[in-house]
């Protein structure tokens, strides 16, 4: 019974590069999303998607990308990391992003960016 | 649009003590409401939800929370508070009309102290 699986834990990288934050839900899910928590702030909506195929910003989507090509998978591209990108990163799902469903959410990725 | 208030970024109490963590929501049609706890290092989990099925929600731990839509406030109780309930505490909502977005607050540090 994984749920919400992310990939990496720990991840430490230099300004300009690129990487990907890999997402996994095993509950048929069809809404999943990415937020990120920073001190003072809460969690942010980066991106969220309602299913295969479809995808949507949320509050703060500059410098970030994701596609949904599966049911089970929503990756987070980093396109040229900034030390403002420094962060920890939570993906999270629910059954439909509607009517009340409990969205579960993931371990979580600590992000550095130097 | 749809925002969540939690009044208190660190709160206090002493163990046997009445938690109360304050939240307020803003939104425009009937919302959904949610509160999730965070331990440290760990992804959030849900405490208990609103769906507008009855007003007084129960949750896991011994918590609870009252919706009132008059005052639009979603408050977190507990009687008596452990050492165990030291943790952050998150408000959020998600609207009735299918925007799919789940907005978390900024979040409520609870400290017990023995």
């Known amino acids: 019974n994984a749920g919400v699986t992310q990939t990496p834990k720990f991840q430490v990288l230099k300004t300009g590069q690129s990487m990907t934050l890999q997402c996994a839900q095993d509950?048929?899910?069809?809404?999943m999303s990415w937020y990120r928590q920073d001190p003072g702030m809460g969690l942010r909506l980066i991106h969220y998607?309602?299913?295969?195929?479809?995808?949507d910003q949320g509050e703060v989507p500059n410098g970030y990308n994701v596609s949904r090509s599966t049911t089970e998978d929503f990756p987070l591209r980093l396109l040229s990391a900034a030390p403002s990108q420094t962060s920890v990163y939570f993906c999270a799902s629910s059954f439909d992003g509607r009517t009340g469903n409990t969205i579960y959410f993931g371990e979580g990725s600590w992000l550095t960016v130097v | 649009a749809q925002s969540v208030t939690q009044l208190g970024s660190h709160v206090s109490v002493s163990e046997g003590a009445l938690v109360l963590l304050r939240c307020n929501y803003s939104?425009?049609?009937?919302?959904?409401l949610f509160w999730y706890v965070q331990y440290p290092n760990q992804g959030l989990q849900l405490l208990l939800k609103?769906?507008?099925?009855?007003?007084l929600v129960k949750g896991i731990n011994g918590f609870e929370a009252e919706f009132k839509k008059s005052e639009t406030s979603f408050h977190l109780t507990k009687p008596s508070a452990h050492m165990s309930d030291a943790a952050e505490y998150f408000c959020?909502?998600?609207?009735?009309?299918?925007?799919?977005?789940?907005?978390f607050g900024t979040g409520t540090r609870l400290k017990v102290l023995a």
């Open positions: 609103y769906t507008s099925a009855a007003t």
């Open positions: 509950m048929n899910h069809e809404y």
């Open positions: 959020a909502v998600s609207s009735t009309s299918g925007t799919y977005k789940y907005i």
């Open positions: 939104s425009s049609v009937p919302p959904y």
């Open positions: 998607s309602v299913g295969a195929g479809i995808t």
